[in-house]
């Protein structure tokens, strides 16, 4: 029952929510707008964050049974991240309208969320299709293919839904 609620949650996301938040997100960002000093700074931010990232998300895949090839495809993996920027980008701009919108220094508050905002969006432009060709192009070169002797003929995605397949295939043994 819950794998039945589960598919249809993310039928909606896939057809109508996802969509639906980076459409509006895209309407948000007007390049013409933003300074080209702002746009610069907001790249090299992106850039440095990634360059911290790969590390750091390689380091935190270890001791998990992975080889270093699987590590490094995990940390690649993991750069096209556009979900929650997608969602939170317009958040500070919002709160500052919000709560300072009796403030004395209102103009430089607003141009500061725009920026933080516009970094946001930038972060989804550069990662997202950064993200996915790493995974396409990578995961031939650093991923093998394991053979798992499973009873199952359902394609599993992530090891949630193995230790659900896993769970179901148990409890149909009967002793």
């Not at 929650?84 to 958040?91: F, I, K, P």
């Not at 004395?104 to 516009?118: H, K």
């Not at 995961?139 to 179901?168: N, W």
């Amino acid at each position: 029952y819950l794998d039945e609620i589960g598919h249809h949650i993310n039928t909606l996301w896939d057809l109508f929510v996802r969509p639906l938040l980076f459409g509006t997100i895209g309407t948000a960002l007007n390049m013409s707008l933003i300074p080209k000093a702002t746009i610069f700074q907001s790249c090299c931010i992106v850039v440095i964050g990634l360059c911290a990232r790969l590390p750091i998300a390689y380091a935190a895949v270890y001791g998990h049974g992975l080889t270093s090839k699987e590590r490094l495809f995990v940390s690649c993996s993991w750069v096209g991240k556009a979900t929650v920027q997608a969602a939170l980008c317009s958040l500070p701009l919002s709160m500052i309208k919000k709560i300072f919108s009796e403030s004395n220094n209102l103009e430089q508050l607003l141009v500061w969320g725009t920026e933080m905002m516009s970094t946001a969006i930038l972060a989804i432009i550069i990662t997202a299709p950064t993200g996915l060709l790493m995974i396409q192009f990578l995961a031939p070169f650093l991923l093998t293919e394991t053979k798992h002797e499973s009873k199952s003929t359902t394609k599993c995605t992530t090891p949630r839904d193995q230790a659900i397949i896993e769970k179901k295939e148990e409890s149909t043994i009967t002793p």
